[in-house]
């Protein structure tokens, strides 16, 4: 199985950058996820690492090193309409997806 | 393309009753689907993998006799909670794989929120 920590929250300034960090144990990896999820919506997906490496994708990065077991989500220049929760998830070799519990990001103005 | 839809979005019935979701892949076909129970504030929790015209795969501490899913063809999939109880209330989403896409990634549905009475 995945276990899969990410931080619970986080505030951040509109126009700052956040960096929300995961970090996960598998038994068979075979791909990381990030998703934005609103309240009450489903999870929508913003980008894929399977290699170590940053992945660039407009105002979101994302970062993966599997020998350390760690990714991170890159926001820069935050809006408000990025406040909203965000879930990592690890993909094991049967195409199974599993998610951290969230971090809610707060974005201020 | 890669739109899941689900309906109903919203369903809130009597305890002991038996509540069905269904879950449509709308522009493609979807080989492998899956479904997910969200409670308050907490992640998705993978219930069970489907494929088309085969039993679903359960993941451990689900019922399947309490929840049914069914996977009848290539663009539908269906979750029945049957006799559901208070406890069974939340957010249940399915997903979607067509096994080709570049990151042989899932598609979500816009989820369903069941309150049981």
Partial sequence: ?109 | GAVVSQHPSRVICKSGTSVKIECRSLDFQATTMFWYRQFPKKSLMLMATSNEGSKATYEQGVEKDKFLINHASLTLSTLTVTSAHPEDSSFYICSASDGVSSYNEQFFGPGTRLTVL
Wanted: hydrophobic share 35%; glycine share 10%; net charge neutral.
């Fill in chain 1, 1 to 109: 199985g995945q276990n899969i920590d990410q931080p619970t929250e986080m505030t951040a300034t509109e126009g700052a950058i956040v960096q929300i960090n995961c970090t996960y144990q598998t038994s068979g990896f075979n791909g990381l996820f990030w998703y934005q999820q609103h309240a009450g919506e489903a999870p929508t997906f913003l980008s894929y690492n399977v290699l170590d490496g940053l992945e660039e994708k407009g105002r979101f990065s994302s970062f993966l090193s599997r020998s350390k077991g760690y990714s991170y989500l890159l926001l820069k220049e935050l809006q408000m309409k990025d406040s909203a929760s965000y879930l990592c998830a690890v993909r094991d070799r049967d195409y199974k997806l599993s998610f951290g519990a969230g971090t809610t990001v707060t974005v201020r103005a």
